[in-house]
C-alpha cells in the first residue's frame, strides 16, 4: 500500500489546482513517470522512482490525475543530472535522469505488467533486459538517424517575452524537434546527446544558411512554406553521412540547390545529399519525388559483417552497435540450420534475412514496400549471398500456398515476422496459423518494437495453437520508453499442450535474472 503523504480533499475527487506530496514508484511506458495519490493514479512528465515531490495537478479523468511537480522535496539515490540542455522541454530522452540500471529494471517491470494476462494463462520467462555495454552500444550518440522538423512557430523553452530570445534567436524560425503535445511548434535543437557526433554541426550549419539565405520554414498550421525536414544518416561502420533535405515546392524552391551546395561546403563530412519535395499536408519526413544533389544517393553501413546500402527512404535500425545485438537474439532463437528454410516476413531492406543466410539453405523476404525490397537484392548480391530471395507484395498472397507455388518456393521450416509498431495484420495472424496447422512454419520468432501490440498479436497466435516459449527484451534506445523484444513460440496446436524438447535449442545462455515479477525500483 503506497503511503498516503497528503490527505485527500474532503467530500469530493481531486481536481485542477490541489497541490499534494507523493513519491515516485515507477516509470511509465510512454515516458514520464508515475506515482499514488490515495486511489489515484498521478501521470508526471518527469520523475525518478524514489523521489519525494510536491505537486499540482493540472487534469483528473477517471482513475488518472496528471500533475506539475512544483518542488522536489527528497531525491532519488538512483538520479542523475541529464546530459541535455533540452531535457525539460523535449521529452525525447525522458529517463535520461535516472541511472541507467533503474531504466533497464523498469522496462522489464513494465513489460511483464503488459504480460501478465497472458503469462497468467501460459506461463513463459521474461529474460532481463539486454542493453548498453552489454550490447555494445554507447548510451549517448548512438543513433545514426535523426529526423528535424522546419517550424515557423520555435517552442519557447524559457518562455522568454521579447521577439528575440537570449540566444538571439527569431521565434519564426526553428529546426529541431516538436515539442510534447505541441504539433504546431518546433523545439530549437542546438545539440541532441543521442544523435551522432558529426551530424551536430550539420544540424547548425542547416538552421544557419536557412536563415542567411531567407529560406522560409514550413508553418505547421498554415501550410506554407519552403523548409520542411532535414533527416541525417550515418554508417556507423563507414563513417559515410547522408542528408535528406524535404521541402515544399513554393516559393524559394529554385534556391535549394545553392542551398545544398553551400551546406556540403561548410560541411565537409557530408557524403551525399538528397533534396525531396513534397506537397501534401501531412507532416512526414519523405518527399514525393526525390533528386540526388551531392554524391550517390546512399551511403553504406556495415552490420554483422554485411554491407548494406542505406538511402534517404531506407528503413534500417537507427542503432547499429545494439542492433547487432538484437539480430544474434534473433537469430539463437531462430535456431536455423543448414537443411531448413527461413521466411523473413516485414523483411525491410533484407537485414535479418542476410544475416541469417549463411546458417540456413534458404530463406525467403517478403515484403510490401518495393524499394525496400530492390534494396534488399541489391545488398545479397553486393554480399555476394545466393540463397536468399526478396519478394515485393502482400504476403497473404505472396507466401500463400498458390504464391509460393507461383515463386517455386518451397515450404518454410522457420518464420521470422518483424512488424512495423501497429503489429500484425488479424489477416496475418490467421495466416501464421493455417501455415502452421498444414505444417509450415512451426517455429516462430517475433521480433517487436512495440509490445503492446505484441501483446494482443500474441494472444491471438496462443489462442491459434502456438506456445510462447520465453522473451528476450533488448533495448536499442536508452534513455526513452521504447523497448525491442523477441519472442520465442512453436506451434503445439492445442493451446495447453506442452512444448517441445527441440524447441529450447536456444535462449539466454544464463537466466538468473527471469524473475517475471516487477523489481521494486
Not at 6 to 25: H, Q
Request: glycine share 10%.
Amino acid at each position: 500500500m503506497t503511503e498516503l503523504l497528503t490527505p485527500m480533499p474532503v467530500g469530493r475527487k481531486p481536481r485542477r489546482d490541489d497541490i499534494f506530496e507523493c513519491r515516485v514508484t515507477g516509470l511509465r511506458r510512454r515516458g514520464g513517470a508515475s506515482a499514488r495519490w490515495g486511489e489515484f493514479d498521478v501521470e508526471l512528465r518527469s520523475g525518478v522512482p524514489g523521489e519525494l515531490l510536491r505537486c499540482q495537478v493540472t487534469k483528473r479523468r477517471g482513475g488518472l490525475v496528471r500533475a506539475r511537480i512544483l518542488e522536489l522535496l527528497e531525491p532519488s539515490p538512483r538520479a542523475l543530472a541529464p546530459a541535455c540542455v533540452h531535457f525539460a522541454d523535449c521529452g525525447g530522452c525522458s529517463f535520461q535522469d535516472s541511472a541507467y540500471d533503474l531504466q533497464l529494471e523498469q522496462l522489464h517491470a513494465r513489460l511483464v505488467d503488459l504480460f501478465r494476462p497472458l503469462l497468467a494463462k501460459h506461463d513463459f520467462p521474461v529474460a532481463a533486459v539486454l542493453g548498453g555495454e552489454a550490447l555494445g552500444s554507447p548510451l549517448f550518440g548512438y543513433r545514426n538517424k535523426m529526423d528535424y522538423t522546419f517550424g515557423a512557430k520555435r517552442w519557447i523553452e524559457a518562455e522568454l517575452e521579447s521577439e528575440v530570445g537570449t540566444e538571439g534567436r527569431p521565434r519564426d524560425f526553428a529546426l529541431g524537434l516538436h515539442a510534447p503535445g505541441r504539433h504546431d511548434k518546433v523545439l530549437d535543437v542546438t545539440t541532441c546527446h543521442i544523435s551522432f557526433e558529426s551530424g551536430r554541426p550539420i544540424l547548425s550549419a542547416a538552421r544557419e544558411l536557412g536563415l542567411e539565405l531567407g529560406l522560409a520554414p514550413w508553418d505547421l498550421v498554415g501550410h506554407t512554406g519552403l523548409l520542411r525536414h532535414l533527416v541525417l544518416r550515418e554508417g556507423v561502420r563507414t563513417g559515410e553521412v547522408l542528408v535528406y533535405l524535404v521541402t515544399s515546392s513554393q516559393e524559394g524552391v529554385e534556391r535549394i540547390p545553392e542551398y545544398a551546395a553551400q551546406l556540403v561546403e561548410r560541411c565537409p563530412q557530408i557524403t551525399t545529399l538528397v533534396h525531396g519535395v513534397r506537397d501534401a499536408i501531412s507532416s512526414v519526413a519523405e518527399g514525393e519525388s526525390d533528386v540526388v544533389l551531392h554524391g550517390q544517393g546512399h551511403i553504406r553501413e556495415v552490420l554483422g559483417g554485411v554491407t548494406f546500402e542505406v538511402s534517404a527512404r531506407s528503413f534500417f535500425q537507427t542503432n547499429t552497435n545494439a542492433a547487432e545485438g538484437l539480430f544474434k537474439v534473433v537469430a539463437e532463437e531462430a535456431c536455423v540450420t543448414q537443411d531448413e528454410v527461413v521466411f523473413d516476413l516485414y523483411c525491410g531492406a533484407g537485414s535479418i534475412a542476410l544475416l541469417v543466410a549463411g546458417s540456413a539453405r534458404e530463406v525467403w523476404g517478403f515484403e510490401r514496400v518495393e524499394p525496400a525490397v530492390e534494396d534488399a537484392r541489391r545488398n545479397a548480391t553486393a554480399a555476394g549471398i545466393t540463397n536468399a530471395h526478396f519478394v515485393a507484395g502482400d504476403v497473404l498472397e505472396t507466401a500463400s500456398a498458390e504464391g509460393l507455388a507461383k515463386l517455386g518456393a518451397p515450404d518454410a521450416d522457420v518464420v521470422i515476422v518483424d512488424p512495423p509498431r501497429a503489429g500484425l495484420h488479424p489477416g496475418v495472424v490467421a495466416f501464421l496459423i493455417e501455415r502452421a496447422q498444414a505444417g509450415s512454419g512451426q517455429r516462430l520468432v517475433y521480433v517487436s518494437c512495440n509490445p503492446k501490440a505484441a501483446a494482443t498479436d500474441l494472444e491471438a497466435l496462443v489462442a491459434g495453437g502456438y506456445r510462447v516459449l520465453r522473451a528476450r527484451p533488448v533495448d536499442l534506445f536508452p534513455h526513452t520508453p521504447h523497448l525491442e523484444c523477441v519472442f520465442t513460440c512453436e506451434y503445439v496446436g492445442v493451446p495447453d499442450a506442452p512444448a517441445s524438447a527441440d524447441a529450447e535449442c536456444a535462449g539466454p545462455d544464463s537466466d538468473p535474472d527471469t524473475d517475471k515479477e516487477p523489481s521494486d525500483g
